[in-house]
């Protein structure tokens, strides 16, 4: 190339950090993927942290971590609003709705999934007796508010896939594996079934079917976590 | 069935501190609403039928539809009102990112731990009492030496923020510290913030909200 032909401002490199199975890093996956962002995966081991993700982490210390030109986005639904707003362009699907008052709603729906749903869901996995009986009843009246919210819709903002469904991708490739790891049934045959064909829908949707874990990865990992898990947990209880 | 009620109304409760941030943005913006004051002993069917899912306050009803949880209402209000400056969230999508973590950071960490402070002893209110401690001075190296979190430009994560300044003379007493002395550069911006009039009409005073622990504490049959 000549020296009197400059190329064109090249974007910023994006790279995220991730683990293997993290259901909060697939979130940012597949909006990356929708947006058409090429990136590079740069993948942690979680029982040995990098330099490079605690160096942009600080804070929380986990992944996912979206690295933009060098400069570091965290905690999950907030890369995902970021990914939406800072790679737009005219082809794109929008993962958040343009609408203020619908945007509020999907919000509102997200932050439901993660303090009502996954929250306890992951608490009654890896605890017992009393303690267990109460976060699996919590869960399961939040998976029937989730489960009545769906009201026949395909997808939780409508036809198209976006913010809540991503917010709640836990449910529909997670659940059962963490079900059959812990040894603990949470939701009956014949269940839910607005989440069920949900989880159908998005499981099987061409863009997010790319940035599932393999099922019995999944579970083998699960497995040889279990102990952490529940020494985690039964710490943050006994805390509350 | 009655025409739903144009305009903004805000279902609140005195001193809550989530309620607060709404009244914040919505002063801050000078949009006008009407404050309805909840029993919460006894709730009302408009605060039940306009959060079914938590029935909690704070709750912004704008011509009758509901939006609910704090920071959603606040970041609402700065996009329905996207003409009424200031903005509180900037323009920018990676400060924009910033923002959205550090009021994500305040809302996951200050009021449980604050809570777990004045209502637990011995040991566990030393752990209480260290976290907060180090919630604190993230805060306080998040914001450096800026003038708000923003930077120059009081925004999101300080109104996510400010109405728990009213409490840090209860987390004082409780934790026996002095944020003063162990978060200067909070200090300084919970006095800086002290000095808007959003944030001068919708705090209480710390001696009061002191006193509504105390209240709260008996309730729960807390010595």
Not at chain 2, 71 to 81: K, T
Not at chain 2, 148 to 157: A, D, R
Request: proline content about 5%.
């Amino acid at each position: 190339m000549s020296s009197s032909q400059q190329p064109a401002q090249a974007p910023a490199p994006v790279r995220l950090i991730t683990a293997f199975g993290s259901p909060f890093a697939h979130r940012v996956e597949v909006a990356l993927a929708l947006k058409g962002v090429p990136y590079e995966l740069v993948v942690e081991d979680l029982a040995s942290k990098s330099e490079l993700l605690l160096a942009h982490n600080p804070v929380h210390r986990s992944v996912p971590v979206l690295l933009h030109g060098g400069r570091a986005v965290c905690e999950s639904l907030v890369i995902v609003e970021y990914v939406d707003e800072a790679f737009h362009h005219g082809a794109a699907p929008r993962i958040l709705p343009t609408d203020p008052y619908d945007r509020a709603t999907a919000r509102f729906w997200a932050q439901f999934i993660a303090d009502k749903c996954l929250k306890p869901l992951w608490l009654s996995m890896w605890t017992d007796g009393e303690a267990q009986a109460r976060f699996a009843r919590e869960t399961k009246e939040s998976l029937a508010v989730l489960d009545a919210q769906l009201d026949g819709k395909r997808f939780f903002g409508g036809d198209a896939l976006g913010f809540v469904d991503l917010a709640a991708c836990t449910l529909a490739h997670w659940l059962d594996v963490l079900e059959e790891v812990a040894g603990k049934r949470l939701v009956g045959d014949g269940e839910y079934p607005a989440l069920r064909r949900w989880a159908k829908e998005y499981t099987s949707d061409e863009t997010v079917r790319r940035f599932l874990p393999d099922r019995d990865e999944l579970v083998a990992f699960f497995a040889a976590n279990k102990e952490r898990y529940t020494s985690m947990v039964r710490a943050a209880v006994q805390r509350q | 069935m009655a025409a739903e009620k144009k305009g903004l109304q805000l279902l609140d409760f005195w001193v809550s501190p989530f309620g607060q941030r709404c009244r914040i943005a919505l002063d801050e913006k000078g949009l006008p609403y009407e404050y309805l004051e909840q029993d919460l002993d006894n709730k009302s069917e408009l605060l039940l039928r306009s959060n079914p899912v938590h029935k909690k306050i704070p709750v912004l009803l704008h011509d009758g539809r509901p939006v609910c949880e704090s920071l959603i209402i606040v970041q609402y209000i700065d996009e329905a009102f996207a003409g009424k400056s200031p903005a509180l969230l900037p323009a920018d999508p990676y400060a924009r990112a910033q923002a959205r973590f550090w009021a994500d950071y305040v809302d996951k960490k200050v009021y449980d731990c604050g809570t777990r402070l004045w209502k637990l002893k011995g040991d566990a209110q030393q752990q209480a009492c260290k976290e907060m401690l180090e919630i604190l001075k993230t805060l306080d190296s998040a914001l450096g030496d800026g003038k708000f979190f923003g930077g120059e430009q009081f925004g999101f994560v300080d109104v996510a923020f400010v109405p728990f300044t009213a409490w840090f003379l209860s987390y004082e007493r409780y934790g026996k510290f002095s944020v003063e002395k162990e978060c200067p550069r909070l200090a300084a911006w919970a006095k800086r913030c002290g000095e808007r009039d959003s944030v001068a009409k919708n705090l209480y005073p710390p001696e009061k909200v002191y006193e509504f622990i105390g209240v709260l504490k008996k309730k729960f049959g807390i010595e």
